[in-house]
């Protein structure tokens, strides 16, 4: 989790939620003023954020 959250930028917003009755984890990680798409369920929050940070990074600012 420190290598994700260190690779990420400091501007960007990071949320990371569990779902309501599960195990399971979904994160977002985006750019200011942009609109991130967020992970898909994963059973460890890591997988969640290195998920949605992939998903999400081409749009560096």
């Known amino acids: 989790m420190e ?3 260190s690779r990420i930028p400091p501007s960007w ?3 990371l939620e ?3 009755g599960t195990a399971a984890w979904r994160a977002l990680a985006h750019a ?3 609109d991130g ?3 898909d369920e ?3 929050p890591a997988d969640a954020l290195e998920d949605t940070w992939r998903r999400n990074r081409t749009v560096m600012v």
């Open 3 to 5: 290598r994700l959250l």
């Open 13 to 15: 917003v990071i949320k």
């Open 18 to 20: 569990r779902q309501t």
């Open 32 to 34: 200011p003023d942009t």
């Open 37 to 39: 798409a967020w992970s």
């Open 42 to 44: 994963h059973m460890d």
